[in-house]
């Protein structure tokens, strides 16, 4: 199943989401799983994001509709990333 960096900013509401009821977070990825992808690995960053999750999805077309559910909602704003395994771009060149 392809690979998929999601790069996650809280907007102004989304960080008062997130202060009171900061089981949200989780809340969210199983709203993941719902639309039928899995986030694998998840972290709260410091920086220009807020959260780094590695999702696998089955399809680019998947992915899209879950980032689309989840900016539609003005808690977040996000960045997807498809993730190659190296060895896969290697034998691509």
Do not use: C, H
């Not at 199943?1 to 900013?9: E, N």
């Not at 709203?31 to 694998?40: D, P, S, T």
């Not at 920086?47 to 999805?57: P, T």
């Amino acid at each position: 199943m392809p690979t998929y960096i999601m790069l996650s900013t809280l907007t102004p509401e989304g960080v008062q989401t997130v202060k009171n009821n900061p089981s949200r977070i989780r809340e969210v990825n199983r709203e993941v799983q719902q639309l039928g992808a899995e986030v694998k690995a998840q972290w709260a960053t410091l920086g220009s994001f807020d959260f780094v999750n590695v999702i696998e999805a089955p399809d680019d077309t998947t992915m899209a509709r879950i980032s689309l559910e989840l900016g539609s909602r003005g808690s977040g704003r996000y960045e997807t990333l498809i993730a190659i395994p190296i060895d896969d771009f290697i034998a691509a060149l």
